[in-house]
Structure formats: C-alpha cells, structure tokens
C-alpha cells in the first residue's frame, strides 16, 4: 500500500490556497486544507475542497488526436508532434511568423506559460502570444 | 515528548506490528498529515504545534521583516477574539480518524499507528463504535494537551486514556510510561476540566432568546457553503450527506438558506460531536460553529445521559448541566 | 492592468490580502467576493469583525453586498461617474490627503479641474445611486486611516475598463491610501496563475516581467538570453524595419480579440491554443466559432475535449495541477509551489514537456530537465522574479518583486515611490456601455461567476459533488420583471440579444435590481457569451462582459 499526502496550490481562483492532495496508491482520493500555508491557514471554498474529483474523470484526454477525413484519429505523440510542428513551420514559412498566433494559459504553470511564450517568440518569430487575463 | 512519540513508531513499524502510523510531519516548510511506513521517515515526524521547536522556519519570518513590517500570526481563530494559547500546541490539527477511516476502508486487514490527543480518541471510541473502525487495527499513541489549549478548546477532557509522558527528561524512571499501553492514573496538569455549560455556551445562555437568534443568523448570513465543516469534520462519513438534500437545503445559492443548514448539521452531529474544533477552524465565515455543537450536545447528554466518546463522564457530571430549551 | 500601469507603473495588486484584515475601510466594487474569492471574502469578514466599514457598489445583491455596511447599486457601466462623484465631494469637503498628493503624486490639478463638473447631484441621476449614498460613501472611505479598494471584473470587463481602474487609482492617491499596509487598490485575478501567465510575458507587448518587446535593449537581453543564433530563420519576411536586425520581432503582436478577427480575414492562418476555451470564454460565441472554424491550423492543449477542442485539427492531453511539477503566482503577486501527486493518465504529458518537444521539432531545441531548471532561467531574465528558486519557496512561496536572492520578497508596494517614479492622476470623462437598452431589448444583461463552478466550467463540471450543487445555468430576474412579463418561478425563457439567443431557466430574486439580469457563463448548453458584446476597451481589449442589452421571452413549452 502507498499513501502520501502531497503539499501543492489549488487550480481554480487566484487566491491560491494550500492544499493537501491525498494520494492511496497512485490515485489521488481526497483534499485537505493546508493548516499553516499563509493564504488560507486550514480553510477552503467548496471548489478547492473537491478539487481532486475532476482528476480521475473517465473523459480527460489521454491520447493525442489529429483530426483526419474529418474526424478524430488516436495518434501517436511522435505523429503528433511532427505534424504539429511542420504545419506550424509550413504556416510561418508561406505567410510569415505574425499568421501564427498563440493562446497563453491562466491555468497552466508559470514555467508553462514562460516556455510557450519563448517557442512564440524565439521559434515562431511572433509576439502573437495572449490570454485570457482579460475574460 | 516528541523524541518518544518516534521512539514509540519506531518500535511499532520495526516490530511490524502496523503497517503505517498516521501522524504529523513537516515538510516543504508546512505542517500537514502524513502516513509514516518507514522508520527512516520518522525526523520529520511533529506533532502539529506551531511554537517551540516546530516553529515556521525562522527563515520565512526574516522574509517578511525585509518589506512587510508584520506578518499575520497564524491564528486559528482571529476572530473569535478568544485568547490565543502561548504554546502553540495543537495549532495545525488535522482530522487523523478520518484519514485512518478512508485507508482502513481500502485495508481492512492491516493495522495502523495513530497519534491521539484527547479530541482524537473520543472520537475513535465513537467510530468504533460505529463500526467505521476495528479497535484491534488501531493502535493509539496519545498525548495529552498543554492547559492552554486546554483553555482555548473549553475541553472537558484534554488527554486520551494513555499519554506519552512528558517528564521523562528530568526523571529518567519514568521511561516505561512511554510504551503507551499504560493507564494513566494521573492527570498531567490541573486544573483539567472546565466546568459545564462551558463559557462560550454561557454567555449565549445568558442573552434574550431574541438576541441570540439573531446573533447566530448573523453568523449564518456568512456561511459560503464550503462544506468545510462537514469535509474536515472525522465524525461526518455519511455517504448521502443530508446538507445536501434538496428537499431539506435549495441547492444552488449562497448563503445556504439558514439557520435550517446549520441546525440539520448540528442535530446531525448531536450524538457523534466528540468536540475537537475542526470544524470551526475550517470555517471560512468563522461562524462559531463547535459553540454551536457544544450547545446540542448539551441538550443531548439532558435528554439521554450520553455525551459521545467520553467513557468516564459520571451522571452527576451530566446532571449538572443546565435544563435549557430551544436554540 | 493596463490602469494600474498607468497610474502607478505596476499592474499587479498592491497589497497583500491578509492586510486587508486590518484596514478600516474596504470600498469593494465589481466583485462578488464570497463566490469568486471565498478566502479574500473570509479576510473582509474578518475585517468587519474588527469593526471595518465594509462598502460594496455593485448591481446585485451578493452575499458580501448583504453583510456590508453600506450597499448601493450603481447603474450598469457608470462606475467612472460613481468614483468621479465620490472624488468630487472629497475635494470639496477638504477630505483629501494634500501632503500625499504633493509628495508623491503628479497631475493633480488638471485631474481637479475635471473632477469639478462631476457633481453629487448630477451623478446621482447618471449612476441611480442617492447622493447622500456617495457623500457617506466618500467620507468613510477618505477618513479611514488605512482603506483599502477590492475590485474585479465587474470593473474590467467593461469598454470603459481602463477608465474605470484608472479612477480607482485617482481615488487611492487623492486620499494617500497607497504604499502603506492595509490600503491601496486591489484587483483579484479572475483564474487561479493569471498573474503568472502575465508575469510570464503571455502578452503581445511585453516579454516576462513586463518588459517592452518594442525596447532595443530588452530585446538584445533576450537575443543573447536566448542564444538567439539558433534560430535565425525565425525572423518574420515581411517586417520591414526588423528584417536587417536578425532578431526577435519588436513588433507588438496581436491580442486575442484581434487573432479572432485575424483568423476571419486570413491574416492568422494558426492559432495553438494552450488550456483556454475561447468558444465558451469569449463573448459572441457564433463569432468566435466562425473565426476559429476559418483557421487552417488549429492546435489545442488541454486536458478535458472541450469545445475548442472539438474543432481542432490536432488536439494534444496536457496534465492537470496534480500531474505536475512548476508554480503558480496569485493574485497577490505570491508564487507558490504546484507539486507532483501522480502521473498523467494514459499518455498525456506534462505541458513544458510538450512544448519543448515542440520547440525542437520547429527549429529551435529546448532541453529542459525539469521546470526548476525553466524557473532557473525564468530569474535570470525576469528582474521581478530574479531572487527565486524552488528551494526558496519552501514554506510560504515568495511575493515578487523579488528582485535577489537575499530579497524577503515585497508584501506591499510603492512604499517610498511608485514603481514609475510619481503616481500619475489621469483625467477620466464618463464614458457610457457601448450598448444601451432600447424598446425591443429592454433589459441590462450582466454576467459572473457562481461560488461553485469556476471559469467555462471544464474542470468543475466534470467533478460530481460541484456538478451536483448547481448542474445547468440560470438567469436571475427581479420579482417585480418577473411579474410584469407573467414569468414563474423555475419557468425557461428566451433570451436574446442581438448577436444571438438562448434558452435557460428563471431564478426569480430580489438579488438583482429592476430590469437587470445576471446569467453565469460556466455553462455551454445556456450559454451567456452567446449574447454577450464583443466590443471592447480601446486599451486592455477586455470585452465588455457586463453590460448588454436582451429581450425576454416567456417560452410556452418546457424544453432543454
Ligand atoms: S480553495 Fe477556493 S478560494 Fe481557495 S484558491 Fe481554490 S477556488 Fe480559490
Ligand atoms: S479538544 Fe481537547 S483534546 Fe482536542 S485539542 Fe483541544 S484540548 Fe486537546
Ligand atoms: S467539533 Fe466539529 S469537526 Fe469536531 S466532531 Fe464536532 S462537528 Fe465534527
Ligand atoms: S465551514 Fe462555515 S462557511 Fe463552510 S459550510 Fe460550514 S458553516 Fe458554512
């Protein structure tokens, strides 16, 4: 048996609180406040105490798709990139880098964001990068 | 103390009597539950105060004196003015019986350490009673509580049946008092209990009934429906949890409609409250909510004589609570 | 952002949100705390208990509005004349802080002269708001030693969003509520690393730490930061003035509202959307699947099929919060530590994975070990976040700026001076919504969060217990609207607007005022943004959510 309790921030508001991910062997089963973590010291709101529900829902994406003839295809992560990043390429090399635009992510990490806005910038050549601070 | 809480854990996963014990650690600079499954884990062992040698990082203190000229303490309960225990001891509590619930579901065959302050093994008995728990999966470690949080929890019993005794490093031949399976006849402090009704309850008593309706519907008012009080709370395990009812509580809307949210909890709660408090430092309206509880099981021990989790409450304890009606 | 920019030179909330326990006065306006920020609401709690006036100008009755001192509802879209008014009845009451304004502050008279026509009284009738409401208003929050200002979007997310931050910052200079605990102006980001995906330079104009693509020497930083040589090819062939350069664009790009029209016209041909659902998030929705249906390449991130989704061509399984390693900054500028729990399911990846692995593939290597090594780099190019490392978020996470390693991090800032040197007063003329109600769409639509679901609803709507608390959207209507169009309680209407309708049920509450309706937009089967108004702030480019008009419908028939 394995059962860890994981130390880590919550994904829905900006408050950002504290929060203990239950884990008993490798699934990750409940949620408890973090009693000293300076923003909300053994407190949550109804969303940051049933953050774990979502993580093992049976419709999270699991497998790279490339739609093909129309619809979905289940590919491989090889494949998807390739294709991925050519198309990209084939964009920016026929229409110039500024036809290629990128969304930004108030929902991934700092690190996320800081990668895709260097691929923006550096690999693409565009300053077409935003997000949805705005909404 | 804590030295012989590891020394005890240590033993019981060396012997392989448990297959975890669930207790307390520090770690990434913040104290929260933790399943110790081997001995090697055990230096990050606490138990959940926040002064003394399980101080916050001095560090983190430092930080803030550069730009902010104060921290806010962490304080569980700021606002209910209520004074602050020195000690710090039990300031990041968590609700271990339940933990132990959810794994002993999943391991029914295994047996599990467990540290127990007073709160802890009401609650136990209470689940054992219940049938959420084997009392011979379960083996307790237990402290008791300093008297100041004693004070601050109005306890009426601050320490579980057997304690780790604290004096060993000034009288080495109390050392076999620690092997925890040892009655304790001796309280470790006085005074120990607190008279009943306890102050908090009192002072409610002593308002007009029309007041303390609407000083409580005040409260009320705030409540987010987190449902933190029921998600922290070690003796809530329904699995169709009546809070959320539509017939009982309109889904949908903040505040839940009140008081009919809290007082389906606390009537609820009336004969599995062992009063720990979780509840109401979980409560983001900081509604005094365990008042709220010892106020019902109050009325409950009137009507049945039973308070939940206490074994040794006598009936002249009991009798001599107050005979008061509504809420 | 752009608001506070202005006036102060940083965008970020001043304060820090515990300090909001301590203030004597917290002004909040276009934020429905308890449901979009429980834990910002629990310290505002705790403040009223320490005796603090609480203020909340919004249109609905929220909870927080309800256990406040004072609640008022301001007409929709006038909050500019709200603020103008109050500032108007500071200055001719003497309530300012002339020292503060002297000291530390520039463009004070040219501000006074045009705070001059904004009277009580005549604002009074533009705002609906009763004039001894803004006069006590005024004078609570001017005579509080330390007060504090709480917005969110219900001041952003207007054409007059810019305007309406810059007036809160008037009116936190005016009164010298800045720069010291338990004041200042503050805005709670809306999602949970906003702050960070600005920090990150996740903006057309800027590069992480809010420094200016079009500035030579922060691109030059960058080229070398960046070994810029590698990928030399990137450079775009049809910018004329860069094209002898070699470097990095300093051309501004584009914002999201302007790729959805460039997606229309052809000049976006890809758009790679990283964990964001326009479809549901953006207003107009049937403007926004046309634009997004006319990309020929559109790659989305995610972890859930979400209705971008749906209409990608290739569509790549990210990992959620509890698959990964990395930070997140919130919204008072802290960054804290997103841990590890378990693995992704079946093949999805961790997303900097992704990315790089892309980055590779396009031309350009990344061989990242680990986000501490991004977060590693993230310090030497960004000055804000320059003091931080993993190992010096253990524990309570650092507030930025952070500028070095011994830095204890800043919990409050503009302390001595603002980040631009003086606060800057801006001369702010009432704008009205772009679009008003009229005969055949007579009612004010609004638009928010509720306390259970969060954003487009792609996270909580596939967790059960919230699904169970609140599962198909709304719209809110007043007792006495309801009465005149015969409408009862849990009955469907139509609602329309002029870009598009939907149908959804009624809640019949005294939570909105008269000829106003709300509708939260988590949900897609009744979807708000479906009426919303794309129009936008001429600055920010935030739409302008809050404000449309719709007509009613009664529906003879039950129906999903
Ligand atoms: S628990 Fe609630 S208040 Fe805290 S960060 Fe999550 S969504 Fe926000
Ligand atoms: S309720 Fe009693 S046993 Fe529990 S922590 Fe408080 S004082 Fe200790
Ligand atoms: S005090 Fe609160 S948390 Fe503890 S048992 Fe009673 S109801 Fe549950
Ligand atoms: S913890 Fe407090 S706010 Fe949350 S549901 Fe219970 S009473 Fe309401």
Not at chain 2, 39 to 45: A, E, I, K, N
Not at chain 3, 63 to 91: C, E
Not at chain 3, 347 to 357: P, Y
Request: hydrophobic content about 35%.
């Amino acid at each position: 048996m394995d059962y860890r309790t994981v130390l880590t921030t919550c994904p829905y508001c900006g408050c950002g609180c504290g929060l203990y991910l239950e884990v008993l062997d490798n699934k990750v089963t409940g949620t408890i406040p973090c009693k000293t973590h300076p923003m909300n010291q053994g407190k949550l709101c109804v969303k940051g105490w049933n953050v774990h529900e979502f993580v093992h829902n049976p419709n999270r994406l699991t497998c790279p798709l490339v739609r093909k003839n129309g619809s979905f295809a289940e590919v491989s992560w090889d494949e998807a990139l390739d294709y991925t990043a050519s198309r990209l390429k084939a964009a920016k090399e026929r229409h110039g880098s500024r036809s290629v635009a990128f969304m930004a992510s108030a929902k991934v990490t700092n690190e996320e964001n800081y990668l895709l806005q260097k691929f923006a910038r550096a690999a693409i050549g565009t300053n077409n990068i935003d997000h949805c601070a705005r909404l | 103390m804590i030295e012989h809480v590891k020394t005890i854990a240590k033993q019981l996963l060396e012997s392989g009597q448990i297959t975890g014990f669930l207790s307390l650690k520090k770690e990434h600079g913040q104290i929260g539950p933790h399943l110790f499954q081997s001995v090697d884990q055990l230096d990050y062992l606490c138990l959940g105060d926040t002064t003394g040698t399980e101080n916050r990082e001095s560090s983190t203190e430092e930080r803030y004196s550069g730009t902010v000229e104060s921290k806010p303490e962490i304080e569980t309960n700021r606002a209910s003015g209520k004074q602050e225990n020195q000690s710090g001891a039990g300031k990041s509590r968590y609700p271990l019986n339940k933990i132990l619930v959810r794994i002993s579901r999943n391991y029914p065959s295994d047996c599990f350490g467990i540290l127990v302050r007073g709160c802890d093994e009401r609650g136990l008995k209470r689940l054992f009673a219940l049938n959420q728990l084997d009392p011979d999966k379960v083996v307790r470690v237990g402290i008791a509580c300093p008297q100041d949080l004693a004070d601050e929890c109005e306890c009426l019993e601050p320490w579980p049946d057997k304690w780790v005794n604290d004096t060993e490093k000034t009288d080495g031949s109390e050392k076999e008092k620690i092997d925890g399976t040892e009655k304790s006849d001796k309280a470790p402090h006085e005074p120990v209990r607190q008279k009943l009704p306890c102050e908090s309850v009192a002072r409610l008593e002593s308002l007009e009934a029309r007041d303390r309706f609407d000083w409580w519907m005040e409260h009320f008012a705030r409540c987010i429906k987190c449902y933190g009080c029921r998600d922290i709370c070690p003796m809530c395990f329904c699995k169709e949890c009546s809070l959320q009812d539509d017939n009982l509580v309109r889904t949908g809307e903040i505040p839940p409609e009140y008081p009919v949210f809290h007082l389906a909890r606390a009537v609820h709660m009336a004969e599995r409250c062992i009063d720990c408090g979780l509840c109401s430092e979980a409560c983001p309206a900081a509604i005094p909510l365990r008042t709220l509880y010892k106020k019902a099981g109050d009325i409950m021990s009137n009507e049945s004589g039973v308070r939940p989790g206490y074994s040794d409450l006598t009936p002249s304890d009991i009798g001599n609570l107050p005979q008061t009606g509504e809420y | 952002m752009a608001g506070l920019a202005a006036a102060f030179g940083s965008g970020a909330m001043t304060n820090s949100v515990a300090e909001l326990e301590d203030s004597d006065c917290i002004f909040i306006i276009g934020s429905n705390t308890t449901s979009s920020h429980p834990l910002v609401a629990e310290k505002i709690f705790k403040a009223k208990k320490r005796g603090a006036a609480i203020i909340v100008a919004d249109p609905r009755r929220t909870q927080i509005a309800s256990i406040a001192d004072i609640h008022v509802r301001q007409n929709l879209g006038t909050d500019v004349a709200f603020i103008n008014a109050m500032m108007h009845a500071i200055i001719k009451n003497s309530w300012h802080d002339t020292g503060f304004i002297s000291q530390r502050t520039e463009g004070f008279e040219a501000f006074k002269e045009n705070i001059n026509a904004f009277t009580v009284d005549k604002m009074a009738d533009v705002t609906g708001i009763c004039a001894d409401d803004i006069v006590k208003i005024a004078q609570l929050y001017a005579n509080g030693k330390a007060s504090s200002i709480v917005y969110c979007m219900g001041i952003t997310q207007h054409v007059s969003g810019v305007d309406n931050v810059k007036s809160l910052a008037n009116l936190a200079m005016l009164t010298g509520n800045l720069g010291r605990e338990s004041t200042g102006v503050n805005p709670l980001r809306g999602q949970n690393n906003v702050q960070g995906a600005c920090d990150m330079g996740g903006l057309p104009n800027v590069y992480p730490g809010y420094q200016p693509v079009n500035s030579e020497d922060v691109r030059k930083k960058f080229e070398t930061a960046w070994s810029f040589e590698i990928s030399k090819d990137a450079v775009e062939p049809d910018s004329s003035e860069e094209k002898s350069s070699m470097g990095l664009s300093a051309d501004v790009g584009l914002t999201i509202p302007e790729m959805l029209k460039g997606l229309g016209d052809g000049s976006v041909k890809a758009l790679f959307v990283l964990g964001e659902n326009p479809m549901v998030s953006d207003p107009d929705t049937n403007h926004v699947r046309k634009a997004l249906q006319s990309a020929e390449l559109l790659v989305v991130q995610d972890i859930f099929m979400t209705p971008t989704a749906e209409m990608a061509h290739v569509v790549l399984p990210g990992a959620c919060f509890a698959e990964k390693d990395g930070t997140f900054t919130n919204t008072e500028r802290r960054v804290l530590r997103v841990r590890k729990a378990i693995d992704p399911p079946g093949e999805a990846r961790q997303d900097w994975q992704i990315i790089q692995d892309l980055s590779s593939l396009a031309g350009y290597p990344m061989n990242y070990e680990s986000p501490d090594e991004i977060m590693n780099e993230i310090a030497k190019v960004t000055p804000s976040y320059g003091g931080i490392s993993y190992e010096r978020l253990e524990g309570d996470g650092l507030q930025w700026p952070c500028p070095s390693l011994e830095h204890p991090g800043t919990g409050f800032l503009h302390k001595e001076r603002f980040t631009r040197g003086m606060g800057l007063f801006h001369v702010i003329d009432y704008i009205p919504p772009d679009e008003t109600v009229d005969d055949e769409y007579s009612f004010w639509l609004t638009t928010g969060r509720t306390y259970v679901h969060y954003h487009t609803g792609t996270m909580t709507r596939n967790s059960p217990s919230l699904n169970a608390e609140m599962s198909e959207g709304f719209i809110e209507i007043n007792p006495s609207d309801a009465e005149e169009l015969n409408l009862a309680q849990g009955q469907w209407v139509k609602v329309a607007s002029r870009r598009g309708e939907v149908i959804v049920k009624i809640i019949i509450t005294d939570t909105i005022g008269k000829k106003v309706v709300f509708m939260p937009f988590h949900f897609i089967e009744s979807q708000a943004n479906l009426l919303t108004n794309p129009a936008f702030d001429p600055t920010a480019k935030i739409p302008e959510f809050k404000v449309c008009a719709v007509r009613i419908e009664k529906m003879v028939k039950a129906q999903h």
